[in-house]
């Protein structure tokens, strides 16, 4: 028997009971790591990859955010941020600096070379995008390959002045990542 726990009308995982032990087991699927990230090949982007548990049966999602990599530490607090006995100023653990980008490539690949998912002029908004991938069941470890990253052309200027980038060039990266079943 299948149930399915929802709230809100998302279902997050399903519930088999099996008819000769009754035992009960809870399925979800996720990358191994919440929060994998890694410098793209022109040092333009850190690509960090957030992932979530979700069904087997919904397939794997995770959020591909594109963050600034010419910022060198990501986790350090604003210049202005202080602290004293009688002020505390809250900021938050991770500063985000986004980088807008037009479009990008995305193929997903399992260690033996075989494609488990290929898609084409991806267009994330405000250089963020969520996605969802159907696997068939798959797990194990896995090659995130983006190439064909265009920057948007509203930054095209910049990425050209901070990092001696043509306007024209495209930047890629691999991420290793595992995807789990619990």
């Known amino acids: 028997m299948f149930f399915?726990?929802?709230?809100?009308n998302v279902v997050f995982a399903q519930l088999y009971v099996g008819n000769t032990s009754e035992k009960t087991q809870l399925?979800?699927?996720?990358?191994?790591?919440?929060?994998?990230?890694?410098?793209?090949?022109?040092?333009?982007y850190n690509v960090t990859i957030k992932s979530g548990e979700s069904s087997p049966s919904s397939g794997l999602n995770?959020?591909?955010?594109?963050?600034?990599?010419?910022?060198?530490?990501?986790?350090?607090?604003?210049?202005?941020?202080?602290?004293?006995?009688?002020e505390v100023t809250t900021v938050p653990a991770v500063i985000e600096h986004v980088i807008p980008v037009k479009s990008f490539d995305m193929r997903i690949i399992s260690t033996d070379g075989k494609e488990l998912s290929k898609k084409i002029s991806e267009v994330p908004r405000g250089g963020r995008i969520l996605e969802n991938i159907n696997l068939n069941n798959y797990t194990g470890n896995i090659s995130i390959n983006l190439t064909n990253i265009?920057?948007?052309p509203s930054i095209v200027d910049i990425v050209k002045k901070q990092l001696k980038v043509l306007s024209n060039?495209?930047?890629?990266?691999?991420?290793?990542?595992?995807v789990t079943k619990s």
């Not at 399925?27 to 333009?44: H, M, V």
């Open 4 to 8: 399915s726990i929802l709230t809100s």
């Open 27 to 44: 399925a979800t699927l996720g990358l191994s790591s919440p929060l994998i990230y890694k410098s793209s090949d022109k040092g333009i």
């Open 62 to 86: 995770f959020e591909i955010v594109f963050l600034n990599a010419s910022l060198s530490n990501l986790n350090a607090s604003p210049p202005n941020a202080s602290s004293t006995e009688t």
């Open 150 to 152: 265009v920057p948007d």
């Open 169 to 178: 060039q495209s930047d890629s990266v691999s991420i290793e990542a595992q």
